[in-house]
């Protein structure tokens, strides 16, 4: 069956990801490294994990698979859950895929070396309305694939 996974510790899109699982009837995870107030429902599980650096990513990536959705920002996460045969949808609606996520970890790369020797760098661009339609769009798709993937 297929699962959503979030990786909610600065995740805007919790509630439009809880209305799809609902929606579709889909068990969610909610991993964090604090508490997160998640809806009472068996189907919406919350995991809070130690802290650390990629603990939660640990967590998620350890247990998606085939036929299940992660969402993230992250593009090592999104690397680790498209390698184990799941999909990855960013808050904004960008599609993690196997064709682009090589460039996106090498910019990735290069952001951390521009930062680490003083540069002052953009960021991403704030998140709005359009993005959260974006996602919405995104992630009925991903559903839609994954159960083909994984029939209910």
């Known amino acids: 069956m297929t699962t959503i996974y979030i990786d909610a510790d600065a995740c805007p899109v919790k509630d439009e990801t809880y209305k799809v699982a609902a929606r579709n009837g889909l068990k ?19 995991i809070v994990v130690d802290a650390g650096p ?28 498209l390698k184990a045969g799941g999909q990855a949808i960013a808050p904004n609606g960008r599609v993690f895929t196997n064709d682009m996520i090589g460039s996106a970890l090498a910019s990735r790369s290069i ?3 521009l930062r680490s020797m003083g540069e002052v760098t953009s960021g991403p661009k704030a998140f709005g309305p359009q993005d959260r339609s974006k996602f919405l769009q995104a992630l009925d798709q991903a559903v839609v694939k994954a159960r083909r993937v994984v029939p209910r």
């Open 54 to 81: 990629d603990v939660a990513d640990d967590w998620i990536a350890e247990r998606a698979g085939p036929g299940d959705v992660v969402v993230t920002n992250d593009i090592p996460l999104a690397d680790r859950v």
């Open 111 to 113: 952001g951390e070396h």
């Open 28 to 46: 969610t995870y909610v991993v964090s490294n604090s508490w997160i107030r998640v809806p009472a429902t068996p189907a919406i599980e919350q």
